[in-house]
């Protein structure tokens, strides 16, 4: 297996301020916005993005719950092994709120979509952004893009980014990651 490590840990804390400040930029006091984190790996992102604009930015009671989008995901039964379900914890409602979902990477787009038709179940919200860290740009099989981007990285098709996050693989780091056999 190829590795090659695209974002350091300290580049990722950089990214994490700027995306904050673009956030309180156009969300100013918050009052009528609401964080989805998307499961299972946009969690990690929401959750310390989240952190930050509490303790480093002051800005508090931001609304924010979890989305599980498995059994909305249109290759929900393509899959030879079953997908994973995890938790959907939203304790709000979204009618006529600006909801800011947050992924870790956005690829072809299909879990945004799925995301999209799953939020239908809490509300009608105002507007939907959506931010990632990264923005695999030239691999989208739907017509969605980013509010909100730390990075855009060119990957192949062969090629996956890989985010790491310390609360699960010990580190903050995200690398592109492709079999030892395909070319670069």
């Known amino acids: 297996m190829y590795k090659k490590q695209i974002l350091?840990?300290?580049?990722?804390?950089?990214?994490?301020?700027?995306?904050?400040?673009?956030?309180?930029?156009n969300h100013n006091d918050f009052?009528?916005?609401?964080?989805?984190?998307?499961?299972?790996?946009?969690?990690?992102?929401?959750?310390?993005?989240?952190?930050?604009?509490?303790?480093?930015?002051?800005i508090k009671?931001?609304?924010?719950?979890?989305?599980?989008?498995?059994?909305f995901r249109d290759?929900?039964?393509r899959n030879a092994r079953p997908l994973e379900a995890n938790s959907t914890a939203i304790d709000f409602i979204v009618e006529n709120k600006r909801v800011v979902f947050i992924d870790d990477v956005l690829y072809?787009?299909?879990?945004?979509?799925?995301?999209?038709?799953?939020?239908?179940?809490f509300g009608r919200p105002s507007e939907v952004a959506l931010l990632v860290l990264i923005d695999r740009r030239f691999s989208r099989h739907l017509p969605i893009?980013?509010?909100?981007?730390?990075?855009?990285?060119?990957?192949?098709?062969?090629?996956r980014v890989v985010v790491h996050w310390q609360e699960n693989a010990?580190?903050?780091?995200?690398?592109?990651?492709?079999?030892?056999d395909e070319t670069l």
């Open 8 to 25: 350091t840990e300290k580049e990722i804390e950089v990214m994490l301020h700027r995306l904050a400040c673009e956030l309180i930029e």
């Open 31 to 58: 009052c009528n916005t609401v964080f989805i984190g998307i499961q299972p790996r946009g969690t990690y992102l929401a959750k310390r993005l989240l952190a930050l604009l509490t303790t480093h930015y002051g």
């Open 61 to 71: 009671n931001i609304p924010f719950g979890l989305l599980d989008i498995t059994f």
């Open 75 to 77: 290759d929900f039964r």
């Open 108 to 121: 072809t787009g299909r879990s945004i979509r799925a995301a999209l038709t799953a939020l239908q179940s």
């Open 145 to 159: 893009q980013p509010d909100y981007t730390g990075k855009q990285v060119d990957a192949i098709n062969e090629e």
């Open 170 to 180: 010990g580190e903050d780091a995200v690398y592109i990651e492709r079999k030892k």
